[in-house]
């Protein structure tokens, strides 16, 4: 026989059955909304919230309410590795990163009016219209200038996004990067060998150049050396000039003096004359 202490009586099972569901019921009287979220709640199938319910306590008829929450702070969505087609028929493959919030305007919309009731997936619902975009932006532009025009078609992307979400699902988007760029393999090597072309051609420039301020050079040297040279002959003609000239004028003069010298010894010799007879 089975000792008097370990028999469980069947009043102890219901009165322990009816406590497990009583806390139940109690415990899914009341549903906390975080700080984070905004909520909704269905009765039976129906929408009974007209406003998203705010952060905090609420109260719900248990086994009968169902409450759904949605994240509405600032989040990050990142649509990695689209490979697109440039105009040039240029495989790149681009990542975009998005932030982007929840209007309390679009909370019971995205609840109840997109996707499954009461939840709403941001990878399903928006990766598609993103990927669609960056497609259509970059679809537009020549590889060669994706680098200079990058900064361009965020811009243009991140306002084809602003438009097309808000009127799709009334999200926000924030802002939106271009995190990163991928070239083909092929398209990488010809870049190289145009830069190195590029280089090549430049480098050739340069020489020609130097050459030719050599060449500039030396034909500035020998003119200022014949300008010398000529400036040197010429002074020293002038100075010859000059030379002559002045012997010319110092045989001049001694031949004046000495005309003058024997004038006044003729006029001597005639006045002695005159004066002794």
Not at 15 to 22: S, V
Not at 26 to 31: G, H, T, V
Not at 174 to 187: R, W
Not at 195 to 209: F, L, S, Y
Request: charged content about 20%; proline content about 3%.
């Amino acid at each position: 026989m089975q000792p008097k202490n370990m028999i469980i009586r069947p009043k102890y099972i219901i009165i322990a059955i009816l406590l497990l569901m009583t806390w139940m019921i109690i415990s899914d009287c009341f549903f906390i909304v975080q700080p984070t979220e905004l909520a909704g709640v269905r009765r039976m199938g129906n929408v009974i919230t007209s406003s998203p319910l705010l952060p905090g306590l609420h109260f719900k008829i248990p086994l009968i309410d169902t409450a759904d929450t949605l994240q509405v702070s600032l989040d990050t969505f990142k649509a990695n590795d689209l490979t697109i087609y440039t105009i040039d028929n240029q495989p790149v493959t681009i990542s975009v990163s998005m932030s982007y919030r929840v209007p309390k305007r679009a909370v019971l919309k995205l609840l109840y009016e997109v996707g499954n009731a009461g939840s709403f997936g941001i990878t399903e619902n928006v990766f598609p219209i993103v990927s669609d975009r960056i497609m259509r932006v970059f679809a537009k532009m020549n590889t060669t200038k994706i680098s200079e025009q990058r900064e361009n078609a965020a811009m243009e992307i991140k306002a084809l996004l602003v438009k097309n979400l808000d009127e799709l699902f009334g999200i926000e988007v924030v802002d939106l990067q271009i995190s990163a760029i991928k070239y083909s393999k092929i398209f990488e090597a010809s870049v190289e060998a145009a830069v190195k072309a590029k280089n090549d051609a430049i480098a050739a420039e340069n020489t020609v150049k130097r050459v030719q301020y050599e060449g500039e050079q030396k034909v500035v040297t020998a003119k200022a050396n014949a300008s010398a040279m000529i400036a040197s002959a010429e002074a020293e003609k002038q100075a010859k000039i000059l030379s002559a000239e002045g012997e010319a004028k110092a045989i001049a003069l001694q031949g004046e003096a000495r005309a003058n010298s024997l004038k006044l010894q003729t006029a001597a010799v005639n006045g002695s004359s005159a004066l002794s007879e």
